[in-house]
T-cell receptor, first 113, second 110 residues
Framework: EPEVTQTPSHQVTQMGQEVILRCVPI?????FYWYRQILGQKVEFLVS????????KSEIFDDQFSVERPDGSNFTLKIRSTKLEDSAMYFC???????????FGNGTRLTVT | RKEVEQDPGPFNVPEGATVAFNCTYS??????FFWYRQDCRKEPKLLMS???SGNEDGRFTAQLNRASQYISLLIRDSKLSDSATYLC???????????FGTGTRLQVTL
């Protein structure tokens, strides 16, 4: 069964550094997402991406965050200047169409020290 | 009112028990509903979609009540392997994003 893949599985970075989290969505999917989950808390929406542009973003997704789909397969989340409170599990997800369920990658655990 | 609300639990039940979770949603224009399962420190995995007429998948039954804006998940004959957090997920209104509840933790014991 095709799956969403994310790299790295764990990233440790110092406060103020830039990080790029990478994802390869399922190949025939059209909608791409980033969610995050702080330890012990709920899964929170960050951003959705469709037709090569951001379709929705949450309040969390401020100017420090950006997404890119640089080629036909990768989907990246960049955090420009990390803060301690950015420490969380970041999940990439994709789906085929508007009302379909999401398929999640196994996540990148980001630790900001 | 929160967009998607769940009882966080935990629900501690013996093996073989039947357990039910409810979830309420605030946006009456919501169109699509799902139950996901999340194991500790893992990604959410789709358990089942929830259809208006209700649907069943083995030991799992999902129901939707649009009038009262809630969905439910019933697990029959609980197994130890059912221990996980169950996430209620809604597509609110015309948005394409999925909105997650906080999850209900289930612990099945011997």
């Amino acid at each position: 069964e095709p799956e969403v893949t994310q790299t790295p599985s764990h990233q440790v970075t110092q406060m103020g550094q830039e990080v790029i989290l990478r994802c390869v969505p399922i190949s025939n999917h059209l909608y791409f997402y980033w969610y995050r989950q702080i330890l012990g808390q709920k899964v929170e929406f960050l951003v959705s991406f469709y037709n090569n542009e951001i379709s929705e973003k949450s309040e969390i997704f401020d100017d420090q965050f950006s997404v890119e789909r640089p080629d036909g397969s990768n989907f990246t989340l960049k955090i420009r200047s990390t803060k301690l409170e950015d420490s969380a599990m970041y999940f990439c997800a994709s789906k085929t169409q508007g009302d379909s369920p999401l398929h999640f990658g196994n996540g990148t655990r980001l630790t900001v020290t | 009112r929160k967009e998607v609300e769940q009882d966080p639990g935990p629900f501690n039940v013996p093996e073989g028990a039947t357990v039910a979770f409810n979830c309420t949603y605030s946006n009456s224009a919501s169109q699509s509903f799902f139950w996901y399962r999340q194991d500790c420190r893992k990604e959410p995995k789709l358990l089942m979609s929830v259809y208006s007429s209700g649907n069943e998948d083995g030991r799992f039954t999902a129901q939707l009540n649009r009038a009262s804006q809630y969905i439910s998940l019933l697990i029959r004959d609980s197994k130890l392997s059912d221990s996980a957090t169950y996430l209620c997920v809604v597509i609110p209104g015309t948005a394409s994003k999925l909105t997650f509840g906080t999850g209900t933790r289930l612990q099945v014991t011997l």
